[in-house]
């Protein structure tokens, strides 16, 4: 399975310099398109995670931007006129709750009792990269699986998001990618 952005250094869109309608409290809410491709056929379900090993030094832990599980690949938009099979449109996490129900997202670090965040707008979405000292990379990791993940409920932790994905006993591929957020 292939990952793809149509960028390698995240847009202001999606990140630190978003317009104030990207934000909810100042925290960047709209999550960027991205694309699959060679995604095997036994791929039904996708689970990803977006996060910053950088920030490590920043705050003491790895920052949680994204995570997303149990979202059905027949509710999502292919495109077999361009060159990516499947996408994901922008701002996908604040509209797939009423887009896919049954799709469930985790918790990012907003919800940190080291940040205090209690809002969910904001906790459990898409949380685009601010990074305050240099800029970061970022690591964007899809897997693939052929069911839905059973035991991860709305607001999981990305803990038991990697748990279930290495029980998983049915097929399970993966695809990432790593891309930069400006400082």
Same mark, same amino acid.
């Given at each position: 399975?292939?990952?793809?952005?149509?960028?390698?250094?995240?847009?202001?869109?999606?990140?630190?310099?978003?317009?104030?309608?990207?934000?909810?409290?100042?925290?960047?809410?709209?999550?960027?398109?991205?694309?699959?491709?060679?995604?095997?056929?036994?791929?039904?379900?996708?689970?990803?995670?977006?996060?910053?090993?950088?920030?490590?030094?920043?705050?003491?832990?790895?920052?949680?931007?994204?995570?997303?599980?149990?979202?059905?690949?027949?509710?999502?938009?292919?495109?077999?006129?361009?060159?990516?099979?499947?996408?994901?449109?922008?701002?996908?996490?604040?509209?797939?709750?009423?887009?896919?129900?049954?799709?469930?997202?985790?918790?990012?670090?907003?919800?940190?009792?080291?940040?205090?965040?209690?809002?969910?707008?904001?906790?459990?979405?898409?949380?685009? $990269?601010? *990074?305050?000292? /240099?800029?970061?990379? +970022? #690591?964007? &990791?899809?897997?693939?699986?052929?069911? $839905?993940? *059973?035991?991860? /409920?709305?607001?999981? +932790? #990305?803990? &038991?998001?990697?748990?279930?994905?290495?029980?998983?006993?049915?097929?399970?591929?993966?695809?990432? #990618?790593?891309?930069?957020?400006?400082?």
């Amino acid at each position: 399975m292939n990952i793809s952005t149509d960028f390698t250094i995240i847009p202001d869109n999606y990140s630190k310099a978003a317009p104030e309608q990207n934000k909810i409290n100042g925290v960047p809410v709209v999550s960027f398109p991205f694309y699959i491709d060679n995604m095997p056929s036994f791929v039904h379900y996708l689970h990803w995670r977006l996060v910053d090993d950088d920030a490590i030094p920043v705050c003491g832990f790895e920052w949680i931007h994204w995570t997303a599980s149990n979202v059905p690949v027949d509710a999502l938009m292919f495109d077999f006129n361009d060159s990516h099979a499947l996408q994901i449109p922008e701002d996908f996490s604040r509209k797939m709750p009423s887009m896919i129900p049954e799709a469930v997202q985790g918790r990012n670090s907003q919800a940190s009792r080291f940040v205090g965040c209690e809002d969910p707008a904001i906790t459990m979405r898409y949380n685009g $990269p601010q *990074p305050p000292d /240099k800029d970061h990379e +970022y #690591m964007f &990791e899809v897997f693939g699986t052929e069911q $839905p993940l *059973p035991n991860l /409920k709305q607001g999981f +932790y #990305m803990n &038991e998001l990697l748990r279930e994905i290495r029980n998983c006993t049915h097929g399970v591929d993966a695809g990432g #990618m790593f891309f930069t957020g400006r400082a």
